[in-house]
């Protein structure tokens, strides 16, 4: 009994040391601003500084669509990759730099230091954000997870997973994801190409929702889903279903796939070069335009006809020659 009772004991401490929350909870410094608090190492203490500042001025931009209520906002910048997938489970791949647990008002990002260059910081806590007052204005259960993510890209303009190209080439290459498969997309486990069109995929249809109901109607959209599911709410502010959203987004997307493989085909080099040819050209034709009109006007001043029946200048005589 008492070695079973001491495996038990030995296997909770085991969890309790594989626990997400227990890196979190020691060893970090904590930053409070009025609702939002952030946890951080030592060496992430500018990132820290920076996050407050982001975090600040996105409340202040987000809270008149979507009120923050008094619950607080926790942060916590993962110092390694270790620690980041502890917190992110099966979320926890490269292509992944932060996650929210809503419910609990708490996101993880990892450090700058941990993410590829020119990763957009600003943008993914704005992102993360969102998803947690998109939870605090809805009732999580009717808003569908493609839908949540693509108000968490479109309303942060986070720059990710290179949207409008890699969309195009989803297009051309007949890889666009069912309606009735989309939100399994998003899944952790999966491939990273079907995890990135996913996230493509939602930024694009909600881009596409808002400009065919106009941004007030799709607040009022969003909003609704505190009492009714987002089918009911698209039908009720959008006059459409699902599969009608769906099949009109889909038949607007030849538009970006031209666009894109126009801009894919000509660097800025290239159409710059273009241009001047075509400007030449037309200079050129112009120029010589005007020549031929010149031309065409000399003549008519040496040979008109008054000049050929004139009666011929003395010197002008034909003459016997000098002998």
């Given at each position: 009994m008492m070695r079973r009772r001491r495996g038990f004991g030995a296997l909770l401490l085991l969890l309790l040391f594989l626990s997400p929350t227990t890196w979190a909870q020691s060893g970090l410094l904590r930053l409070k601003d009025g609702s939002i608090e952030i946890r951080y190492a030592k060496r992430d203490e500018a990132t820290a500084e920076r996050a407050?500042?982001?975090?600040?001025?996105?409340?202040?931009?987000?809270?008149?669509?979507?009120?923050?209520?008094?619950?607080?906002?926790?942060?916590?910048?993962?110092?390694?990759?270790?620690?980041?997938?502890?917190?992110?489970?099966?979320?926890?791949?490269?292509q992944v730099?932060?996650?929210?647990?809503?419910?609990?008002g708490a996101i993880v990002v990892k450090s700058p230091r941990l993410l590829p260059p020119g990763q957009d910081y600003a943008g993914l806590l704005r992102h993360e954000l969102l998803h947690v007052l998109i939870a605090r204005n809805t009732d999580p259960a009717n808003v569908p997870r493609w839908f949540n993510e693509g108000i968490a890209l479109v309303v942060s303009r986070e720059i990710r997973w290179s949207g409008p190209t890699r969309l195009a080439r989803m297009y051309v290459r007949r890889r666009l994801i069912p309606y009735r498969e989309l939100n399994m997309a998003f899944a952790p486990f999966g491939n990273e190409t079907t995890f990135g069109d996913a996230y493509a995929q939602a930024a694009s249809m909600t881009h596409h929702l808002i400009d065919t109901i106009g941004e007030e109607s799709f607040w009022e959209l969003v909003r609704a889903m505190q009492h009714t599911s987002f089918e009911q709410a698209l039908r009720q502010h959008a006059q459409m279903t699902p599969a009608e959203l769906y099949d009109?987004?889909?038949?607007?997307l030849w538009k970006v796939a031209l666009i894109m493989s126009l801009v894919s085909g000509f660097s800025a080099f290239h159409l710059m070069v273009a241009l001047l040819l075509v400007a030449f050209a037309r200079k050129r034709r112009r120029a010589q335009r005007l020549l031929r009109q010149w031309d065409e006007e000399e003549d008519a001043r040496l040979f008109s006809w008054d000049t050929l029946e004139r009666d011929p200048e003395p010197w002008e005589e034909e003459g016997e020659e000098d002998t």
């Open positions: 407050r500042d982001i975090l600040r001025g996105a409340m202040s931009d987000y809270t008149t669509r979507l009120p923050a209520g008094d619950a607080p906002i926790h942060l916590t910048i993962a110092p390694s990759l270790t620690a980041f997938r502890n917190q992110a489970g099966a979320y926890g791949r490269a730099g932060g996650i929210a647990n809503p419910e609990r009109t987004w889909r038949r607007s």
